[in-house]
């Protein structure tokens, strides 16, 4: 009996690793079609009248790109803090690529007509990949986090990002544009360092 549970165990262990490469792989495969899809889109200009649109579709594409570029690298770090996928860490990564898939066409509506509503569903969006993003890590290292920190972080978050943010958006929107374009460019191009924000999760 004992030899039978071992036996299952290491089966379980076994296809929960496989799945995680999995989904590592899967991850790779829908933003490589999200960022070919945004490429696809771009029209080439016909005349010299249509110059000032390609370049305006060419920032927007390149501002999506980058992006769409830090979340994957995200997504990456996120996975390399556990080995094994569960059935949480898949619902919670196909959540995380389903909203992804909006950024691109949230960016270009933003750059487009910076409206509060605009920004206030891009926010909405981004926010929710972003949780996504840390929803995987909950879900991936589960058995070995401190809850009451995670919760702790959440509400903190909210008090001294999500809220001010909000009102930003409401008093000048132009500079939440700015906020919502730069913040993840500069985050893509800053210098990688030893990542410790996870660390105080853990048990």
Not at 95 to 104: A, D, E, G, R
Request: glycine share 2%.
């Amino acid at each position: 009996m004992k030899m039978t549970n071992d036996r299952q165990d290491k089966f379980i262990e076994r296809y929960q690793r496989s799945l995680r490469d999995h989904l590592v792989t899967f991850n790779d495969g829908v933003i490589a079609i999200i960022i070919t899809i945004m490429v696809l889109s771009l029209p080439a200009p016909k005349t010299d009248a249509d110059l000032k649109k390609f370049l305006f579709d060419a920032i927007n594409y390149s501002v999506s790109f980058f992006i769409v570029a830090d979340f994957w690298y995200d997504a990456h770090r996120t996975f390399s803090t556990f080995k094994k996928a569960t059935k949480r860490v898949v619902i919670a990564d196909f959540f995380f690529l389903l909203t992804l898939s909006f950024i691109p066409i949230m960016t270009k509506w933003i750059i487009k007509d910076p409206s509060p509503l605009a920004l206030s569903v891009y926010g909405g969006i981004y926010l929710v990949v972003q949780m996504c993003i840390f929803w995987t890590f909950i879900a991936g290292n589960y058995d070995q986090i401190h809850k009451k920190a995670v919760w702790q972080t959440t509400l903190v978050r909210t008090l001294t990002l999500g809220i001010p943010l909000a009102v930003i958006l409401i008093l000048v929107p132009k500079i939440t544009l700015i906020v919502y374009l730069v913040l993840p460019l500069v985050s893509f191009f800053t210098p990688d360092r030893v990542r410790k924000q996870h660390r105080h999760y853990r048990k």
